[in-house]
C-alpha cells in the first residue's frame, strides 16, 4: 500500500512495553512479565503535502505512533520508511506537542528555545544569522520578533503553542507530527492554530501526521482520516467519506459522540462501556465486547483490514453485509 | 524631547537581575522579618570572620602574642578583666574574642567547602541516575543508601583518623581541613543525590526534553543545559539546610578531638579546649564560642526555612 509519493510509509508497525514489575517482585511474588501491546501491526502511508489523522480514544496507542514516526520510540515489529528527502537530504521530521505548558523549558527565552535546533543541527553559520531566522520564524507563526527576549511564562496558552511551532519550523522539516496540537487550548484558541497550521502547510510545502481525539478538529485539517482501537487501526478513509459514511461500528460510535449545533438534546443512542485494558484484550475483535453487530464470530476471529470502496475496514459484519446502515450523517 | 512609545519601554527585555527582583522569592523576602534578619545576622558573622585579621585585637596564631601572665583572664566587665581583651583569655593567654573570630573564619570555610564538594558530587550522581535509570540508578543510590546507614561521626572520625595516619606529618595539619570536608560530603552528598534525581526523572520525561532529543541534542546537554536548571530549586534549600548542619558536624568532630588541631583551632575546637577549663570557674573560655556557633548555625537554619517555604508554593 505503498504509494509512489509517499513521504512515509508505516509498514505492519508494532510497540510492546514491557510492564513488568521489578525484578525481585517477580522473583519473590511470582508475578508473570506483562507487556502492553500499544500499537500492533499498523499500517498506512501519507503522501507528500497532505495531512494524514489519526483519531481515537485515549490510550488506543495513538501518541505512541507519533513518538514511533519521530524516533523516540524504537518499534518492536515492522519498519517505518520515509521518501526521498529534497534537497538531497533525508526527510526531516519534527513533532508539536500537547501540551504548551510542558513543551517549553521554562528556564529558557522563546528566542533560545526557537534557535535551540538551529544551534543543535548547525543550520546557520554565526549568531547574527541565527538571530534573524529565529525573528523570520517568530513573525512568520504570528508573533513580534522582541518575543524572543520573554519567558514561556509571559505567553498565553496559544502563543506558547506558536512558540512550540516555530520551534518545528527551525529545522526546516518536511514531514510534521501533531500530537493533540490543540487539546490543551480553548476554542477560540483551536482554531487560529488551525488555520495557521493551515497557512503554513500551503505556504512550506509540510506534510502533517495529526493526532487527535477531536473530531471536529481532525476533520478542519485532514485529507485522510484513519480510526484507531487498542492499537490497531479500524477503519481508514478518506476524511468527508469518514464523516458521511462510517462504515466501521467504531468509527460510527465515534461520530455519534459529537455535539450537533442544530439538535443538541437529540437521543443518542450511545453504546455503553470503555475501551478494555490493553493488558489483557478480548479475543477476537477487540470492539466485540462493545460493538451492536458482534456475533459469535466477531468474538473468535479478527478481522482483517479490507478495502471497502475508498475505505479500508477491519469488520466481519461490513465483510458480511451485516452493516446497520449509518443513522445519521454529519455533513 | 525624549518620545518614546510607552508599548515600547514595556517590551524591554528583563534582564535577569530585574527577573529576580521582580520574583516572588524576593518579594517574600522583603516581607520575612525573620529572613532579613537572619540574613542581617549572617552577613556580621560572615563579614567578621572575614575581616578577622583586621578586627581581632590579637593573631591567636602567633605564639610570639600570647603572653602566659595574661592566661584565663575575665572579660572585660569582671573584675580583673582588662582591655583589649574583651571576652576575656584562655589559659595561655590566647584572647578568646580574636580566636572566635579565626575560628568562625574556618567553621564557615570547612562549611561551604564540604558543601560545594557534596553538591558537585550529589548533583552529578542524582543527574546520572534520574536520567539513565537502569543499573546505573541501582548502583548510584544502593552506595548512596549503604553511607546513609552508617553514622556519620563514625564515617567522619574513620576517615580522619585513617587520613592523618596516612598523611605525612609536614601535611597533616594542613591536610586536615581538607580531610575534614571530604568526610563531611562522603555523606551529604546523598541526601542532593536522591532530590536531583527524583526530580530529573520527573524532568526527563516533559515534552520539551523530547523536544530537544528530536534534534539531536547529546544525553550531556539535554541533562546540564535542560534538565539541571529545573531541579536547582530543592537543591539550594537542601544546600542551605546542609551548610548548618556541616557546620555542626565539624564542630561536632573537633570537640571529639578529631577536627582541628587547638593550633588552628574552629569553634568546635575552642569549645573542647575551654570545656576542660569550665569547673575552674573561667566559663568565658567555653561559653562565647558555643554562643558564636549558635548564632551562625541558628541564622543559617532561620533562612534555609524561609528559603524552603518561600520556593515552595503549596506552603504560602
Redesign the interface.
Known sequence: MTAPDAILSVDHVSKEFDVSAPWLNRVIERKPRLFVKAVNDVSFSIPRGSCFSIVGESGCGKSTVA?LV???YSTSGGEIRFGPGTAGRPVR???I???PQ??????WRAGD?IA??IR??KLRKTEDETRDRVEDLLRIVGL?A?DS???PHEFSGGQRQRI?IA??LA?EPELLVCDEPTSALDVSVQAQILNLMRRLQKELGLTYLFISHDLSVVRHMSDTIAVMYLGRIVEMAPAEDLFTAPQHPYSQLLLGTIPDIHAPNRDRDLQAGEPPSPLNPPPGCTFHPRCPLADTRCSREAPALREHGRATVSCHAVEEGRTAAPERSHA | MTDIPAHDLARKPKTRLRLFLDSDVWWSFRHSKSAMGAAIVLGLVILAALLAPVLSPQNPYDLAALELWNAELPPVWMEGGQMPYILGTDVQGRDILSGILYGTRISIFIGIASVIVSLLIGVMAGLLAGFYGGWVDNVLMRIGDVLLSIPIILVAILVSSVAQAMLPPELREAGIAIVLVLAIALYSWVQYARVVRAQTMVERRKEYVQASRLVGTPARRLMLKHILPNTLTPVFVAATLNFGLAILIEATLSFLGVGMPPNQPSLGTLIRVGNQYLFSGSWWIVLFPSIQLCILVVAVNMLGDWLRDALNPKLR
Open positions: 513518538r519521530t524516533g523516540l521530521v519534527q513533532m506537542f500537547q501540551d510542558s513543551s517549553l523549558n521554562p528556564r528555545i535551540e535546533p543543535e543541527m513580534a522582541d527576549a520573554k519567558f512550540s520551534r518545528a529545522s
